[in-house]
């Protein structure tokens, strides 16, 4: 069983999605950013970066134990472990590693400076607040247009998220961490 350090905030409910989609079965362990939980002599051995999400598998290669951080190569290492949602075949393998890029490098972090300026600076900076927005903006037109152009419709991708949302993955974190 894997050992997810995590709190409820869009990174962590990455790798809950994809732990919940593999069917591989995780216990939390709450690091509780709000009290510096990520700061913790413990958690600096597992994620020297001190920011949140690590993760340990006590069958991870070769059957050893096996340590990660960074959401974006804990979900390439499940996906691998797991065999699902990586192809073997090069393009298609890539076209995924494309979009994984896409999100660590442009969705995660500008979505998340936008958010930030518009819901915690503690002075409205209007240049962040715009200049997040439009990175924002650009990222939904990026991801419109390829599924657009793959023939999924906006009310396929209401159904999915609705489905996503009612998950247990949504309410186990909300239970552990609220």
């Known amino acids: 069983m894997i050992d997810l350090y ?25 690091i509780n950013i709000c009290k510096d939980d990520q700061f913790d002599p413990e958690f600096l051995k597992i994620n020297p970066n001190n920011k949140m ?4 598998d006590p069958d991870g290669p070769g059957g050893e134990l096996y340590s990660l951080f960074e959401s974006g190569a804990i979900l390439m290492y499940l996906a691998e472990k797991t065999g ?17 890029m896409f999100q660590m490098g ?19 900076i209007d240049y962040a607040v715009d200049r997040f927005a439009v990175f924002v903006l650009g990222g939904f037109g990026v ?7 793959e023939g999924i419709s906006l009310a396929e991708l209401r159904e999915r998220g ?17």
């Not at 991801?143 to 152009?149: R, S």
């Open 143 to 149: 991801v419109a247009i390829a599924l657009w152009a």
């Open 6 to 30: 995590t709190w409820p905030t869009p990174d962590g409910h990455k790798v809950h999605i994809m732990l919940e989609e593999t069917g591989t079965p995780y216990t939390v362990i709450p």
């Open 53 to 56: 999400l690590a993760m340990i």
């Open 84 to 100: 699902q949602f990586m192809p073997t075949d090069m393009c298609t393998r890539y076209d995924v590693i494309q979009w994984l």
């Open 106 to 124: 442009g969705v995660g972090p500008m979505f998340g400076q936008a958010h930030h300026f518009l819901h915690y600076a503690p002075e409205d």
């Open 162 to 178: 609705a489905a996503l949302t009612s998950r247990e993955v949504t309410r186990q974190a909300n239970a552990e961490h609220n």
